[in-house]
Nanobody, 115 residues
Framework: VQLQASGGGLVQGGGSLRLSCAVR????????MAWYRQAAGKERELVAR???????DYADFVKGRFIISRDNALTRFSLEMNSLKPEDAAIYYC??????????WGQGTLVTVSS
């Protein structure tokens, strides 16, 4: 499985961005899709995740503001980010786990939020 993240950029506080992760390869083997982020000087943290069958889960700090979604064929999954705050600034990584519990990461896309 190969992942390609896109959609990052500079946005003013309160604004919105939509990140996208293109999924190539053995898409049918993917069970879990997620977005993580890593801010400067901090550890990588889970932002949102979803599986093929379960409802999405969100970190408390993005609940009500971010939405994770995917297309039916799993060619792509997205993270819609609304009401962005300066503390949301980070490199965002897309991630999937396949049915054999192998992890795959995208290359990251930078989100900058101005105050």
């Amino acid at each position: 499985v190969q992942l390609q993240a896109s959609g990052g950029g500079l946005v003013q506080g309160g604004g919105s961005l939509r990140l996208s992760c293109a999924v190539r390869g053995s898409r049918n083997s993917v069970n879990i899709m997620a977005w993580y982020r890593q801010a400067a000087g901090k550890e990588r943290e889970l932002v949102a995740r979803m599986s093929r069958t379960d409802r999405p889960d969100y970190a408390d700090f993005v609940k009500g503001r971010f939405i994770i979604s995917r297309d039916n064929a799993l060619t792509r999954f997205s993270l819609e980010m609304n009401s962005l705050k300066p503390e949301d600034a980070a490199i965002y990584y897309c991630y999937v786990q396949d049915r054999w519990l192998k992890d795959y990461w995208g290359q990251g896309t930078l989100v900058t939020v101005s105050s």
